[in-house]
């Protein structure tokens, strides 16, 4: 999306008028005033001016905070950061800054508005795909069953409910009980590969408070997937990934640990940066990029960038994710 576009040039245009309209009348009244002068009428003459001063100081003042928003929309259509720009030169307290606030939100859920709407587009221009692929999962698990290989039979079920989740499912927001459940599918698939070197825990107590939350579609697997990928598979006795909720005052943090290699200090600070800047960490952090980068986005997106991932990690230590949410969105 071009945000650029999303910015309303109308106002643009009448901001000028009405800078041009000041002018005008500014000089009308300085013009006045100075014939007032000239008549004699000293008192009037000079209120007239120091009006036309004061009006003149506003003006002044309207056109640097106009200046200063468009240089500030022109950063925002160039893709910078809300964190970005919030630090930039241009930026600065006060009334600029509630101005620049409203359009940063209001380009904000544009952006997500507009791909919503790509997603849902993609989905419809590729509604045959998901069928073919849910029929061929189908075929083979009744082949399966007919040949006595109830395991694959199992695996081709498991697979299409995680297919008919990812895939199928448009909504933006779902109950935190259905990402735990498309959690359980995903790591049933990945236990036949691995067997029981793996294992998923998960803190029921802390979790199913919170059930009914409602939060972005294909947060939790994506962590989980890492978890597994870098943390678990390089060790030979495998490990366990846990999950569990914890609330705040204003907050719920979901957390996904595992007892797996962890990461080195340098490492782990490099991640977090990137995650906070909003880099694209695949090229930068190990093979960690797309998912995280993308769960961390989606999240900023939605909510702001105060919400979003954090690791905590150390070498041979395991890895813990924490995923911050606000309670109020979550619970409306």
């Not at 999962?137 to 299409?160: K, W």
Request: glycine residues 6%; hydrophobic residues 40%; contains cysteine.
């Amino acid at each position: 999306m071009n945000t650029e576009n999303s910015i309303p040039k109308k106002n643009h245009y009448l901001a000028r008028l009405l800078y041009i309209l000041l002018v005008i009348s500014v000089v009308i009244m300085i013009g006045l005033s100075t014939y007032v002068l000239v008549l004699g009428h000293l008192k009037v003459g000079l209120f007239a001016l120091s009006f036309a001063l004061i009006i003149l100081a506003i003006m002044v003042y309207l056109a640097f905070v106009i200046k200063r928003v468009e240089l500030l929309l022109t950063l925002l259509s160039r893709g910078y950061e809300d964190n970005k720009i919030k630090n930039s030169f241009f930026y600065s307290k006060g009334t600029l800054a509630l101005i620049t606030n409203y359009y940063l939100q209001h380009s904000r859920e544009s952006l997500l508005e507009d791909k919503r709407r790509h997603a849902e587009y993609l989905v419809l221009q590729n509604q045959i795909n998901p069928h073919f692929l849910y029929n061929t999962l189908e075929a083979i698990r009744s082949e399966a069953l007919i040949g006595g290989l109830p395991q694959v039979a199992d695996m081709s079920e498991t697979l299409a409910k995680f297919f008919r989740y990812t895939i199928s499912n448009t909504e933006d927001l779902v109950n935190l009980e259905d990402e735990i459940r498309n959690v359980q599918d995903y790591f049933s698939i990945q236990c036949y590969r691995f067997g029981f070197r793996i294992k998923l825990e998960l803190d029921s107590l802390s979790l199913d408070q919170f059930s009914n939350y409602r939060l972005p579609k294909l947060v939790l697997q994506p962590i989980v997937e890492n978890s597994i990928i870098h943390g678990l598979e390089s060790k030979i006795e495998g490990g366990t990934v846990r999950i569990f909720a914890q609330e705040g005052d204003e907050s719920i943090s979901i957390a996904i640990s595992d007892d797996g290699v962890g990461m080195d200090t340098e490492q782990l600070e490099k991640l977090n940066k990137h995650l906070s800047e909003g880099v694209n960490v695949q090229n930068t952090v190990s093979r960690r990029g797309i998912a995280i980068i993308n769960v961390d986005k989606r999240l900023k997106l939605l909510y702001g960038i105060d919400w979003g991932l954090s690791y905590y990690s150390a070498l041979n230590g395991g890895t813990t994710v924490i995923i911050r949410l606000p309670k109020k969105e979550l619970s409306e």
